[in-house]
């Protein structure tokens, strides 16, 4: 009975395999039949459009996929043919015409057009520290009277600070006073050159000289008009000779500090104008000149201090306040093209040509300035020449793939 069934069991299996092997045969001599009667499988000898000898269809989403026929990439994309003579350095990439607006291809035309140098960078208004009075006391003695100041009193210029009692000088003029009545001139020059030693001002040489009093109280004044920076003075105070009793700053102009990054200091230059738009006074731009550009540079932000001074007659301008500083130059005649049409690499500058016949070729340039979108060329393209202003990445990847070298500077633009 065992056996019997091994047996059944064998028979029907060679049965299922034989079957397989018919239906396997069948589904072959149907494919040659259709094969046959198109024509043959289409094969990477076939003639495109362009009568170019097509040698695969791929998307140039994913130019590393190459297909034999026609279709939809693995993502999803319409493929197009790929021709026998697109892989020369003349000929370029090639795009078929009507695949050009689906991938979102579009051109620009190099042009000769104006270029300013839009340089727009923040800055902070400081002191102007050239203008700066140091009020010292000349000689020693004792500070005998303050006039409410502070630092930070914005005073006008003769601004009385401190009165400053000097014993010595009391003595000195008394001196002078008996020599004079003396009659010997000799003596009396002397004497007054003795009280100029001792730091007596010359104001007050002439009045004890015309009243014929003594006087030991002098009032420090402020020689200039500004802000107190510095004050040490107390009434009851000693101060001795040299001693540094205010620092007062002019605000009749300022320092205005615009942190300008390293790659672009190269466009500013030392006497040049520059506008500056304050946030405490909109739409009352205030203008100025580039007095210096500082030696060194901020490690930190990579950026060089430049310099702008401003007037400030009517104290307006308060330092600490923040600005934009605005420092344009005016502008030149220069072939430009769309910025959004420059491929920058790292190593070189490119922009992707467009040539007749739906061709695209990557093109070295060298650039300059950029101004509202648009980019300076200095070398590597001509005038009328067509570029890619949109898409060009695609069009650049495929030209690297298939090996095509970028049109060097110093190359044909023809």
Do not use: C
């Amino acid at each position: 009975m065992r056996e019997n069934l091994i047996v059944r069991y064998a028979t029907r299996r060679e049965g299922l395999i034989a079957a397989a092997v018919l239906l396997i045969a069948v589904a072959g001599g149907l494919v040659g039949y259709l094969l046959a009667g198109r024509g043959g499988s289409p094969s990477p000898q076939a003639q495109g459009p362009s009568g170019g000898r097509v040698l695969y269809y791929y998307d140039p989403m994913v130019p590393q996929e190459h297909y034999d026929q026609p279709g939809l990439s693995s993502m999803g994309m319409q493929t197009i043919p790929k021709y026998a003579d697109e892989g020369g350095e003349a000929a370029g990439v090639r795009v078929d015409p009507s695949a050009i607006q689906s991938l979102g291809i579009r051109t620009a035309t190099a042009q000769v057009g104006a270029v300013g140098s839009s340089l727009d960078v923040a800055g902070t208004i400081d002191f102007n520290q050239r203008h700066v009075a140091i009020v010292q006391a000349r000689s020693a003695g004792f500070v005998q009277r303050t006039y409410n100041r502070a630092p930070g009193d914005l005073l006008r210029p003769g601004a009385p600070i401190a009165d400053l009692l000097v014993p010595e000088w009391a003595g000195a003029q008394r001196e002078f006073l008996a020599v004079r009545r003396s009659g010997y001139a000799s003596l009396a020059n002397a004497s007054e050159q003795r009280m100029r030693l001792l730091g007596m001002p010359e104001n007050l040489i002439a009045r004890v000289e015309r009243t014929g009093r003594t006087s030991d109280v002098v009032t420090m004044s402020s020689p200039i008009g500004g802000a107190v920076q510095e004050l040490d003075v107390r009434p009851g105070m000693t101060v001795s000779a040299g001693q540094t009793l205010a620092q007062v700053t002019s605000l009749g102009t300022v320092w205005l500090n615009a942190a300008v990054p390293e790659a672009r200091a190269g466009e500013v230059r030392v006497g040049q104008t520059a506008t500056a738009d304050v946030a405490a006074f909109p739409g009352t731009p205030f203008s100025g000149r580039v007095v210096a550009i500082l030696p060194t540079a901020q490690a930190e932000s990579r950026t060089i201090t430049v310099r702008v001074e401003l007037s400030n007659f009517a104290l307006r301008l308060r330092p600490g306040m923040f600005a934009t500083v605005h420092l344009g130059q005016s502008a030149r005649a220069a072939l430009v093209v769309p910025s959004e049409a420059v491929i920058r690499t790292g190593k070189r500058t490119l922009v992707m040509l467009a040539l007749p016949g739906g061709r695209f070729r990557p093109a070295e340039v060298e650039i300059g300035r950029e101004s509202n979108g648009q980019t300076e060329i200095l070398a590597g393209l001509g005038a009328g020449e067509k570029v890619v202003a949109s898409g060009q990445f695609l069009l650049d990847s495929e030209a690297s793939l298939s090996g095509i070298p970028a049109r060097p500077l110093a190359g044909d633009k023809k």
